[in-house]
């Protein structure tokens, strides 16, 4: 893949959407787990689960836009 302009925008907004989603997904599973709900908890811990995916995601994209950036 060339580093052209192009690609460097959309990986750093790839990346910038990674960030959003874990935000997103951090606050629904604190909204889960404070809820009057009784499964609460259960929720919240299957959405933290989602939230290290996408951490894990965030973390490879960021080594792969560098790499690219730097050649």
Do not use: F, Y
């Amino acid at each position: 893949m060339q580093n052209t302009p192009a690609t460097t925008t959309l990986l750093h907004a790839l990346l910038k959407n990674q960030r959003a989603m874990t935000d997103a997904l951090s606050k629904l599973a604190d909204w889960a787990e404070e809820g009057e709900n009784g499964n609460g908890a259960a929720v919240a811990k299957s959405i933290r689960e989602s939230v290290k995916c996408v951490d894990d995601s965030q973390r490879l994209l960021g080594q792969c836009i560098s790499e690219l950036m730097s050649r």
